[in-house]
Antibody, heavy 121, light 107 residues
Framework: EVQLVESGGGLVQPGRSLRLSCVASGFTFDDYAMHWVRQAPGKGLEWVSGISWNSGRIGYADAVKGRFTISRDNAKNSLDLQMNSLRPEDTALYYC??????????????WGQGTLVTVSS | DIQMTQSPSSLSASVGDRVTITCRASQGIRNDLAWFQQKPGKAPKSLIYAASSLQSGVPSKFSGSGSGTDFTLTISSLQPEDFATYYCQQYNSYPVTFGGGTKVEIK
């Protein structure tokens, strides 16, 4: 059974940093690209970032480019999102999601349950 | 960036109704389109990929069609468990983008 478990969310002040993590199980992690997708309270889904199996291809949404950094550790089956210079508009539930392709972007087939990030003073 | 426009943003329907949701891309994306279902307080669920292929375990009452810029998701006979919000997503190129969502409510 595929499982994606996010952690690292919390309350943070504007301008500060936070690092999210996602641990994957139930599939061969380094055979697939991975993504972060977020959802602000009461709003729709917003793709944040994606990374290929070997970190050779990475993409970011314009809203986070230059502030967020995606990375993965295939030895630990983990996906991270380093979030710097956080803004109130980054407040959202952050989902880890599995791609169906090695390089991506491809379709997403599995989602985690999300970790909540609140940016407020 | 490719913009995804979904319509309608919400609809009211009755159990047993046939429901169609449309999604338009701002430029051609071949068939690199997925549909997701999300219920309140839950993570999204993947329904369809490659515009018309059902994810494993998804019932055949869901179907997708389209290619290029215009796509549709159809629910053939709406059941109580289908009341949810539906999103389209293009994965033709980075940045990946979602439609704004369609909330399907009970009439």
């Amino acid at each position: 059974e595929v499982q994606l478990v996010e952690s690292g969310g919390g309350l943070v002040q504007p301008g500060r940093s936070l690092r999210l993590s996602c641990v994957a199980s139930g599939f061969t992690f380094d055979d697939y690209a991975m993504h972060w997708v977020r959802q602000a309270p009461g709003k729709g889904l917003e793709w944040v970032s994606g990374i290929s199996w070997n970190s050779g291809r990475i993409g970011y949404a314009d809203a986070v480019k230059g502030r967020f950094t995606i990375s993965r550790d295939n030895a630990k089956n983990s996906l991270d999102l380093q979030m710097n210079s956080l803004r109130p508009e980054d407040t959202a539930l952050y989902y880890c999601a599995k791609d169906t392709l090695l390089v991506g972007p491809g379709s997403i087939d599995y989602w985690g349950q999300g970790t909540l990030v609140t940016v407020s003073s | 960036d490719i913009q995804m426009t979904q319509s309608p943003s919400s609809l009211s329907a009755s159990v047993g109704d046939r429901v169609t949701i449309t999604c338009r891309a701002s430029q051609g994306i071949r068939n690199d389109l997925a549909w997701f279902q999300q219920k309140p307080g839950k993570a999204p669920k993947s329904l369809i990929y490659a515009a018309s292929s059902l994810q494993s375990g998804v019932p055949s009452k869901f179907s997708g069609s389209g290619s290029g810029t215009d796509f549709t998701l159809t629910i053939s006979s709406l059941q109580p468990e289908d009341f949810a919000t539906y999103y389209c997503q293009q994965y033709n190129s980075y940045p990946v983008t979602f439609g704004g969502g369609t909330k399907v409510e009970i009439k």
